[in-house]
Each structure stands twice: as C-alpha cells, then as structure tokens.
C-alpha cells in the first residue's frame, strides 16, 4: 500500500498555505495588502490635509488683502485699496484710498505674499511628479515661508502707520479683515516648514 502523504498535505503546501488575494498578477499575502493599504491611506491623508493647509492659507490672503475691512469705526471702513462709508438705504461710497508710501508697501507685501503662495501651490504640485525619490520640498517650502513673511511685514507697517493715514479714535478698531492677515502669517509659515521637512515617498 502507498503510505506517500495526501497532495495537499501540510508537508507538501509549505508556504502555499499562506493566504493570497487573487489578482492578474499571482496577488499578495493578505498581511502584506494590509500593510500597503493602511500606508497608503496615511500617505494621501497626510498629503490632503497639506493641501487643505495651503488652500486654507491662500484663503486667507485673498481675504484680507481684498475685502474693506482693515480699519472699522461706526460706519466707515477701511482697507488697502479704498475708504467706504455707508450712506442712506445701506448704499456704499468708496473713495481711493491714501497714496502714502506706507501704505503702497502694505499693499505690495500683501500681493507679494498671494503670488509667493500660489506659485508655492504650482511648485508643490509639480515637485509631486517630477521630484526623486527620498528629495525634500526646499523650493516650495522657501515660497510659502517667503508669502508668510511677506504678509508679517505688511501687517505689522499697517499696526505701526495706520494711524498717519486714520487717526485714533475709541470708535476705530481693527477690522477682520486685519485679523485674517495675521492668522495667514503662522499658518503660512507653518506650511512652508512642513514642505522643508516633507520628504517624497513612492
């Protein structure tokens, strides 16, 4: 009688026994997809929410460089660009604002900071695919903490001038638009360290 094991036994499967996902090419051990999969998922997390960073912080910029809202008392208001004062049935009158030297530099760092960023963005996107592996975000990074330290400069001359152009009243407080400002500088800088630190895996 042939005593020869069973096909399929344990002696003869060895590492057959393991597990395998099916797929075109032979698949992979259920482990080892685990793996890959949870890996892959922290990665495009993490690269959404850098993403998410910079927009945010773009937002912001956009935001406080536009909108009339950097200097608020009663109702006038004041930004960059223009003063406004509401009128009769919630109408606006607008006028350009002062042509004071201080001033053109507050506006000039603040559209510096926007252009910094957005070309940050382009970078960071084009890094993305063209950049080797294990290579840092240098270029990108020094964009985006170039856009931040460009829109500290222009806040802090506005702090420190604005009252030559608006004089100070217990009426006048700063605007939101001012406060936006200032909240884009840390994030800003912030994201600019994370593209310095941030290193390209497969």
Not at 12 to 18: A, F, P, Q, R, Y
Not at 35 to 56: E, K, P
Not at 77 to 89: E, K, P, R, V
Request: glycine share 10%.
């Amino acid at each position: 009688m042939d005593a020869s094991p069973p096909r399929g036994s344990p002696g003869e499967m060895g590492e057959g026994m393991l597990p395998r996902r099916s797929g075109a090419g032979g698949g992979c051990p259920v482990v080892s997809c685990g793996v890959v999969s949870d890996t892959t998922a922290r990665m495009l997390l993490l690269l959404l929410g850098i993403i998410v960073l910079h927009v945010t912080v773009l937002v912001l910029l956009f935001v406080s460089t536009i909108v009339s809202q950097w200097l608020v008392n009663g109702g006038q208001t004041a930004d960059l660009w223009q003063n406004c004062t509401s009128g009769t049935g919630a109408i606006f009158q607008c006028l350009t604002s002062s042509t004071n030297e201080w001033l053109q530099s507050v506006q000039a760092m603040m559209i510096l900071s926007v252009i910094f960023s957005v070309l940050s963005l382009f970078l960071f996107f084009c890094q993305l695919f063209t950049l080797t592996k294990g290579g840092r975000f240098y270029l990108t990074g020094i964009f985006q903490i170039l856009a931040g330290l460009c829109v500290m400069s222009g806040a802090a001359i506005f702090t420190v001038r604005h009252t030559d152009w608006h004089e100070a009243s217990e009426n006048t407080s700063y605007g939101f638009a001012y406060i936006l400002a200032w909240l884009a500088f840390p994030l800003a800088l912030a994201s600019g360290i994370i593209y310095v630190i941030l290193r390209k895996r497969e």
